[in-house]
């Protein structure tokens, strides 16, 4: 079973519209993250977050917006969509210090 | 800033060749070092790290070592499996910082053909 779910799976979505990326981990970690894969950048951190609250944030646009409503919920908020937002966008997790961050499958999300 | 290059884009092996893929790295401090692997849809899966000069990481067969003077980590294995198709990122982060925050190389596809 996947410890770290991530909703939806695929996402599309019309651009200008505002869109909610959900991740629940249940393996007792205490940081999130948020990272974004897309064919320029392979692999590209954005965002984590200890204890719920907001340690880096890698992302230059204020379009994106991570909220925590409980300690093992990180959600991202994205508005004013547009088609460069295109792209997988993967919720990871870590005991915070001493471990390597466990990824979830992933939201790939089609701007058109 | 800290950066992550893998050499190769692309490798294509067969079965029971010998896979190296190299990995080097431009960071201040002591960072620490990772392998991670990702098969088609899905997300990236850790393979294994190292913290420290020498050390050497290993898993499923696959291991690297943290070689801090040529400022490398290559990733190899003796015998590839057509299972091991896959991509493979070599990552980095810094230890007394943030160790979530992973800065990665751009990935080498790894194609084994039977």
């Known amino acids: 079973d996947p410890k770290i779910i991530q909703k939806p799976k695929y996402l599309v979505a019309v651009t200008g519209s505002e869109k909610i990326l959900i991740c629940e981990q249940y393996l007792g970690h205490n940081a999130m993250y948020w990272y974004r894969q897309s064919a320029k950048k392979p692999l590209e951190f954005m965002f984590s977050y200890s204890y719920q609250k907001l340690m880096d944030n890698q992302t230059a646009s204020s379009r994106f917006q991570p909220q925590s409503s409980k300690k093992n919920h990180l959600d991202l908020q994205i508005t004013a969509l547009k088609p460069d937002d295109s792209a997988t966008y993967f919720c990871?997790?870590?005991?915070?210090?001493?471990?390597?961050?466990?990824f979830g499958e992933g939201t790939r999300l089609s701007v058109l | 800033g800290d950066s992550v290059t893998q050499t190769e884009g692309q490798v294509a092996l067969s079965e029971e060749d010998f896979l190296t893929i190299h990995c080097n790295y431009s960071a201040s401090g002591y960072p620490a070092l990772f392998w991670y692997v990702q098969y088609p849809g899905e997300g990236p899966q850790f393979l294994f790290r190292a913290s420290r000069d020498k050390e050497k990481g290993s898993s499923r067969g696959f291991e690297a070592t943290y070689d801090k003077g040529t400022t490398s980590f290559h990733l190899r294995k003796a015998s590839v499996q057509e299972s091991d198709s896959a991509v493979y990122y070599c990552a980095l982060a810094q230890m007394n910082y943030n160790q979530g925050k992973l800065i990665f190389g751009q990935g080498t596809k790894l194609s084994i053909k039977p």
């Open positions: 990871a997790s870590s005991r915070q210090g001493d471990q390597a961050p466990l």
